[in-house]
């Protein structure tokens, strides 16, 4: 059974910082691109970043240089540090899994339940 189970949203002040964290799976994890997209309300839910089994990763423009993504393969854990949070970035995030990079940028297999993330301006 593939499982997806983020942790770490919550409410931040503007400029503040975040950690999220999505546990998969070991018989997903390894060679799976793994990723976070987000949805604010009234919104189409939108990629944020993304990262290949090789650890290649890649954002959204307005999330360049504030978002990290990293994996731990030992843990079957990716994470999205968020760092000079903005109100903009209020949202439901989801982790995403994929065998393919290319299909997991566009429409993925699995998806977690969300988390949210709310900062205050």
């Known amino acids: 059974q593939v499982q997806l189970v983020e942790s770490g949203g919550g409410l931040v002040q503007a400029g503040g910082s975040l950690r999220l964290s999505c546990a998969a799976s070991?018989?997903?994890?390894?060679?799976?691109?793994m990723g976070w997209y987000r949805q604010a309300p009234g919104k189409q839910r939108e990629l944020v970043a993304a990262i290949t089994s090789g650890g290649s990763t890649n954002y959204a423009d307005s999330v360049k240089g504030r978002f990290t993504i990293s994996r731990d393969n030992t843990k079957n854990t990716v994470y999205l540090q968020m760092i000079s949070l903005k109100p903009e970035d209020t949202a439901v995030y989801y982790c995403a899994a994929d065998p393919s990079f290319g299909v997991l940028v566009t429409l993925p297999h699995y998806w977690g339940q969300g988390t949210q993330v709310t900062v205050s301006s």
């Open positions: 070991r018989s997903i994890f390894r060679g799976y691109a």
